[in-house]
């Protein structure tokens, strides 16, 4: 439903950017109508993807918890309103800060020889993203989520690597989500585990 509104959505600006600059045949108007066109799908799937994180949700949180059982942790959360409240407010603040990050990443790896330092955020914001379900379950904020892929460092941007690289690849991104879901909460249950031995 999210692809097809990400789709429809880009036919309907591409159209009415192709009629209105078949109308004029300057220049100027030619790549402001450009720039305007590459601006408004940014943000369009910008927003899509914010909205998508957010429906999608509760699902991943359910597929988080399974893993976990399948992981054979026996210590798994349970539900209950004040808890779901509080929970729901942890995810609400990562992922808006998630969405707004991802902007200003995505932005700068428009910038050359810079844009390897964006990629490499994008990765880490990527990691940030699939761990934050068990983390969140547990009450884990924003500080302690950023001190975990702190410690974690190569663990996080390897795995933000691969998850960027799955997204990237046509009918692969359709699974990428799940895959994601499940590889973030087995890293962080297996980074944590392997720190609590030593």
């Known amino acids: 439903m999210i692809y097809a509104l990400m789709a429809g959505l880009w036919t309907f600006v591409h159209s009415a950017v192709l ?5 004029y045949t300057g220049i100027i108007f030619i790549l402001a109508s450009i720039l305007v066109l590459g601006a408004l799908s940014f943000f369009a799937v910008s927003f899509l993807t914010f909205m998508m994180t957010l429906l999608s949700s509760p699902f991943n949180d359910v597929l988080a918890e399974k893993t976990e059982r399948a992981l054979g942790i026996t210590h798994v959360p349970h539900w209950s309103v004040g808890r779901f409240l509080r929970v729901f407010w942890i995810d609400l603040r990562k992922t808006t800060l998630t969405m707004f990050t991802g902007i200003i990443f995505s932005l700068g790896m428009l910038l050359p020889v810079a844009n390897v330092i964006f990629f490499l955020g994008l990765a880490l914001l990527n990691t940030f993203t699939f761990i934050t379900y068990p983390q969140s379950r ?3 904020g924003l500080s302690e989520s950023l001190q975990w892929i702190r410690n974690h460092f ?3 941007l390897g795995f933000g690597i691969t ?3 799955l997204f990237s ?6 699974f990428a989500l799940p895959v994601s879901v499940v590889g973030g909460t087995i890293l962080f249950f297996e980074a944590s585990h392997s720190e609590a031995r030593f």
């Not at 009629?19 to 109308?23: H, K, L």
């Open 19 to 23: 009629a209105a600059v078949s109308a």
């Open 138 to 140: 547990r009450e884990h």
């Open 154 to 156: 190569w663990l996080s």
């Open 163 to 165: 998850t960027l690289l």
């Open 169 to 174: 690849i046509p009918l692969v991104d359709f």
